[in-house]
């Protein structure tokens, strides 16, 4: 068996973790990202794969930006779809797993309770359609595939929610943010941490037919928008901000071009069946990220 696990998604943050948390564990892993494997290229995806020769992919690139993605849904859907596709087959070519990263915008937000895996998708808008595709292309090309919808994904560095409610919290005094979404914060160090987990078990006892498939793997527990930013502030104070006000609006108080699903909490009962991996509380991996962030420099957050 080849020893090398090959990290799609570059300088993304979920990437980023991935690599520190495969070395924390002795497992080498290549993170390789634009130009060099680029999703616009698909000849880019083959060479990648070829050079690399690796035992396991962990796809964590894609197209983000939800509402830029309503403007441009040729690239969402060669970022979400058609890439993670080529690197599917690739894999399924080569008998090795692939674990795809996807996401809780499959889902319209409107069931009520956590999203079980089985729970019917209805995405509503590009972003969510494209991702939830790459899905399907990824469990139709790949027959050792595991797909991981996470939810809500910050981190000490890149772009991000807490980040950004830190810079602009430390400019304003008051602010308004979305008080009637719900959701489970997700870190991304802490998401890399179970992916890596799994990886960790593949790589002792092997692929086994039962893993395959469709899993939830978020932070636990769950709040609104508004209540990650009072979190938010709520860390930050431990380092000497001042937290800003935050007044709680509605969705309808702050329009996007794409609609968010109202309430997309995800159930993750499936991941710790099969694999004993269970997020910490998302309060946990947020004190981490905030402690990370000023660590480093709260300057350009």
């Given at each position: ?6 990290i ?16 924390s564990?002795?497992?080498?892993a ?10 616009d290229?698909p ?29 441009d ?5 060669r970022?979400n ?5 080529e ?8 008998s090795?797993?692939?674990i795809?990263?996807s996401?809780?915008?499959?889902f ?11 729970d ?6 590009v ?14 090309a ?17 772009k ?16 308004r943010?979305?008080?009637d979404?719900r959701?489970?914060?997700t870190?991304?160090?802490d ?6 987990g ?16 469709v899993?939830?793997?978020?932070g ?18 431990r380092h ?6 935050v007044?709680?609006i ?12 109202p ?28 402690d ?10």
């Amino acid at each position: 068996m080849a020893s090398r696990i090959l990290i799609a998604g570059g300088s993304g943050q979920l990437a980023i973790a991935l690599a520190e948390a495969a070395a924390s564990r002795s497992l080498d892993a290549q993170r390789v990202g634009r130009p060099t494997l680029d999703f616009d290229r698909p000849s880019s995806i083959a060479e990648v794969f070829q050079s690399s020769v690796p035992w396991l992919v962990i796809n964590a690139a894609a197209y983000t930006a939800v509402d830029a993605a309503e403007d441009d849904a040729d690239a969402a859907s060669r970022a979400n779809r058609d890439g993670p596709a080529e690197l599917a087959q690739l894999c399924e070519t080569a008998s090795i797993p692939l674990i795809h990263v996807s996401t809780d915008y499959v889902f319209d937000g409107t069931k009520g309770a956590p999203y079980v895996e089985s729970d019917p998708t209805s995405p509503q808008g590009v972003y969510g359609a494209t991702k939830l595709a790459g899905e399907q292309a990824v469990a139709t090309a790949c027959t050792r595939s595991i797909i991981l919808r996470t939810s809500w994904v910050y981190s000490p560095f890149g772009k991000n929610f807490v980040r950004t409610m830190l810079a602009v919290g430390h400019k304003n005094p008051r602010l308004r943010v979305v008080a009637d979404q719900r959701g489970c914060p997700t870190s991304a160090p802490d998401l890399a941490d179970a992916i890596i987990g799994i990886a960790a078990q593949l790589a002792d006892g092997g692929w086994q037919n039962h893993y395959g498939g469709v899993y939830h793997a978020a932070g636990t527990g769950e709040t609104t928008w508004h209540g990650l930013a009072i979190a938010t502030f709520a860390a930050a104070s431990r380092h000497g901000m001042t937290p800003p006000a935050v007044d709680p609006i509605t969705t309808g108080q702050w329009p996007t071009k794409a609609r968010r699903p109202p309430d997309s909490r995800l159930d993750c009962g499936k991941l710790d069946a099969t694999f004993g991996l269970r997020l910490p509380p998302w309060r946990d991996g947020l004190d981490r990220t905030v402690d990370a962030i000023y660590a480093g420099t709260i300057s350009g957050v």
